[in-house]
C-alpha cells in the first residue's frame, strides 16, 4: 500500500514539472463575450410635458443583437452583468406599449425606433419634478444577443418642454372626413363629392408637405407601411411606399404648438375620381421634412452615413377616407360603418388555450366576407368565406399550432355577389403564446 502511494506522489511530480495533469485533460479558458458597442441618436430629445411626444431614434452596432423590451424611468443603474445603464427598478414609469412598436431594421446593423410617448409617462415625470426631483428621465431600449453574450441597455435623456418649439414636429392625431353629415359619403357615378378635410394634433413646428392620394376599385390596398408617415419609416423603405392616383398636394408651416389641432383642407373635389363603380380610399401622405430637434444623424449612431430627416414622424398608421360610388340600389346604407378589423388586437399576445375569435365591423357593400389567417411569412393557414350577416368567426383549436413560432397574420376581404373583391383591411398581427 505503501509502495502504491510513493508510486503515485511520483508521478504527480513529475506531471507537474512537465507541466500537464496526468488525471484530467488541459484546459483552456474560453475568453470573456464582450458585449456589442451599440448607439443611438440623438442621445437626448426635448419631450412634450404635458402630453404625448414622438422621437425617430436610430440604433447602429448591433451585430447579433436585436432589441427586446423599451422602459421609461426616472434614474439609472449600472445593468452589470450586462452592459450598459439600466432603468432602477423602483422607478420605472412605464413600458413601450406594442401596439405603438414600429422599429425595424435598418442601415448598416442599425435599428429604426419610434418612440411614443404616452400622456401617463409624461405626467408621472412632471409629478415627480413637482416633488422637486429632477425633471428628466429616461427610455432604455434592452438589446439581446442571439448568440449569448451578454445584454447591451442604451438609454436616450428625456427632457422635459412645453410642447412647443424646442420639442419634435410629430404628428400625435389624424382624423379624416367629408364636410357633410353623412358617416359614409355615397354618390352616383359621375357625380361631386362634397369638400373633405384633415384635423392633425401635432407637437413641435415644422413644415407640414406631402399629397393627396386615392386607391380606386382594383387597386392593391395599402399596407400598414403604406399608411405610415414617410419620416416613420427607415430612409431606405421610404421609396418603396405604395403610390396611388394623386389628386393634390399640400405645403403648409405649423406653428409651435399650443395643444390645438389644425385643420388641412382636401383636394378640390372636383379632381375626386367617380368614374367606376365600387369602393375608394383617400390617403393623406405626410413626406418627411427637416426636423433640428428630431433629426437622426446616422454616423453618430454607426448605423451608416449622412442625416434622416424625421420631421412628420407619426407612431400610428394614418387612417384613409373611404366612400362610395354605385346606382342608388347598390349604394351604402347610411351609417354604416367601413371596414375595420375589431378583435384580436393587433401585436396582442394569447395564451395557448385561448379561444381565438376574430371580429370585424360591417361593410355596406359586402355580400360574403373572407377571412384570410397566414403564418409570418404569408403561408396559408385558414381561408373561409363567411355571410355579410356574420361579422366574427371562432377559429378552430387546431390553429393554434400551425405556425412554429405563434404568430399570425390576418385580415378580412370583402366580397360583392359576384365574388369581386370590393374592399379589404390591412393586415394584423397577433401571437399564440407556445404550449
Not at 387597386?219 to 421609396?239: C, G, H, Y
Request: hydrophobic share 40%; glycine share 10%; charged share 20%.
Amino acid at each position: 500500500m505503501t509502495n502504491r502511494v510513493i508510486i503515485l506522489a511520483v508521478a504527480l511530480l513529475i506531471s507537474c514539472s512537465l507541466g500537464a495533469p496526468i488525471f484530467a485533460q488541459q484546459v483552456v479558458p474560453l475568453p470573456d463575450p464582450v458585449a456589442a458597442d451599440i448607439r443611438v441618436h440623438p442621445t437626448g430629445v426635448n419631450v412634450n410635458a404635458t402630453g404625448s411626444t414622438v422621437v425617430f431614434l436610430t440604433y447602429g452596432g448591433l451585430d447579433d443583437y436585436e432589441p427586446v423590451e423599451a422602459l421609461w424611468c426616472a434614474e439609472l443603474e449600472d445593468a452589470f452583468p450586462a452592459s450598459g445603464l439600466r432603468c432602477r427598478p423602483d422607478t420605472i414609469f412605464g413600458q413601450q406599449p406594442i401596439a405603438f412598436e414600429l422599429g425595424s431594421a435598418s442601415g448598416q446593423r442599425g435599428f429604426t425606433d419610434i418612440m411614443t410617448i404616452p400622456p401617463s409617462v409624461a405626467r408621472r415625470a412632471y409629478q415627480r419634478a413637482q416633488r422637486g426631483a429632477r425633471s428628466d428621465f429616461f427610455y432604455v431600449r434592452r438589446f439581446e444577443s442571439r448568440s449569448g453574450a451578454p445584454d447591451v441597455f442604451v438609454p436616450v435623456t428625456c427632457r422635459m418642454a412645453g410642447g412647443g418649439a424646442r420639442t419634435p414636429f410629430a404628428l400625435l392625431d389624424v382624423a379624416l372626413g367629408f364636410d357633410s353629415e353623412a358617416e359614409v359619403q355615397s354618390v352616383r357615378r359621375g357625380s361631386t363629392l362634397p369638400r373633405l378635410h384633415a384635423t392633425i394634433a401635432y407637437s413641435g413646428t415644422g413644415q407640414l408637405q406631402g399629397r393627396w392620394e386615392v386607391v380606386r376599385p382594383g387597386d392593391a390596398p395599402p399596407s400598414e407601411r403604406d399608411l405610415l408617415t414617410e419620416a416613420t419609416l427607415p430612409v431606405e423603405e421610404r421609396a418603396l411606399q405604395r403610390r396611388y392616383t394623386e389628386v393634390g398636394q399640400f405645403s403648409v408651416f405649423l406653428p409651435p404648438s399650443t395643444g390645438q389641432p389644425v385643420v388641412l383642407p382636401g383636394p378640390d373635389p372636383q379632381d375626386l375620381p367617380t368614374d367606376v363603380e365600387g369602393l375608394y380610399q383617400v390617403l393623406l401622405r405626410v413626406e418627411a421634412t427637416d426636423d433640428k430637434e428630431g433629426d437622426s444623424d446616422l454616423g453618430a449612431a454607426g448605423a451608416g452615413l449622412g442625416v434622416v430627416n424625421s420631421g412628420g414622424v407619426a407612431g400610428f398608421p394614418l387612417p384613409p377616407l373611404r366612400y362610395f360610388v354605385g346606382s342608388s340600389h347598390s349604394a351604402p346604407i347610411p351609417g354604416a360603418g367601413a371596414l375595420e378589423l375589431l378583435r384580436p388586437g393587433h401585436r396582442i399576445t394569447m395564451a395557448h388555450d385561448a379561444r381565438v375569435s376574430f371580429a370585424w365591423t360591417a361593410s355596406p357593400a359586402a355580400a360574403h366576407y373572407r377571412l384570410d389567417v397566414t403564418d409570418r411569412s404569408g403561408g396559408s393557414v385558414l381561408s373561409t368565406t363567411l355571410p355579410a350577416s356574420q361579422g366574427q368567426y371562432v377559429a378552430p383549436p387546431w390553429m393554434r399550432d400551425r405556425t412554429d413560432d405563434g404568430v399570425f397574420r390576418w385580415r378580412i376581404v370583402a366580397l360583392d355577389a359576384e365574388g369581386t373583391i370590393v374592399d379589404k383591411t390591412v393586415w394584423r398581427t397577433f401571437r399564440i403564446r407556445p404550449e
